[in-house]
T-cell receptor, first 120, second 115 residues
């Protein structure tokens, strides 16, 4: 069945180590997003990609990197430069049918189940 | 720039009573508006959206929301709360002419329904 899958669910990182969070979708969505969630701060955008082989920085991109080599995949690397990486990371995807198509509407974003990253 | 405000960090309501979770937004032009719900250690689940047309939008699990353009609000409502509605609720906005740009989220409101 269709959906968006994040793995692993829990991840532990040692100080100074890079780790990569996986995000895969089989919804045929063009756009994919990474958000970080901290208690009381809502969701903050890290990176997003509207099309394969292209991505843009979000509000808190420092210390993170991404790639978009395939439409289905948008992995996030948390580098050692990210000083406070402990958080809940959420991946999402969406598509856009266009303003003039069949009543035209942006679809809602679909979210994965999240990865909880903890620095040990 | 787009923004969303959820003025209440926490809303408490007795089971069976009506509930309201408030949301106001700021966007250039016309908005697309969304409500999501999050249960502990899970991703966000879509509840409902306003695209165009009727200002009262009905969504999943008996929730509804009313778009008020003059007040730039999109409050989430339910006539009779259930204990199982207890969760974290997020309002989000995207400008209508912005294509596939990311949703901008509020900070969330924790709803607690007391039996």
């Amino acid at each position: 069945d269709g959906g968006i899958t994040q793995s692993p669910k829990y991840l532990f990182r040692k100080e100074g180590q890079n780790v990569t969070l996986s995000c895969e979708q089989n919804l045929n969505h063009d756009a994919m997003y990474w958000y970080r969630q901290d208690p009381g701060q809502g969701l903050r955008l890290i990176y997003y990609s509207q099309i394969v082989n292209d991505f843009q920085k979000g509000d808190i991109a420092e210390g993170y990197s991404v790639s978009r080599e395939k439409k289905e995949s948008f992995p996030l690397t948390v580098t050692s430069a990210q000083k406070n990486p402990t958080a809940f990371y959420l991946c999402a995807s969406s598509t856009w049918r266009g303003e003039h198509v069949s009543g035209g509407e942006n679809t809602e974003a679909f979210f994965g189940q999240g990865t909880r990253l903890t620095v040990v | 720039a787009q923004s969303v405000a959820q003025p209440e960090d926490q809303v408490n309501v007795a089971e069976g009573n009506p509930l309201t979770v408030k949301c106001t937004y700021s966007v250039s032009g016309n908005p697309y508006l969304f409500w999501y719900v999050q249960y502990p250690n899970r991703g966000l689940q879509f509840l409902l959206k306003y695209i165009t047309g009727d200002n009262l939008v009905k969504g999943s699990y008996g929730f509804e929301a009313e778009f008020n353009k003059s007040q730039t609000s999109f409050h989430l409502k339910k006539p009779s709360a259930l204990v199982s509605d207890s969760a974290l609720y997020f309002c989000a906005v995207r400008a209508r002419d912005s294509g596939n740009t990311p949703l901008v989220f509020g900070k969330g409101t924790r709803l607690s329904v007391i039996a």
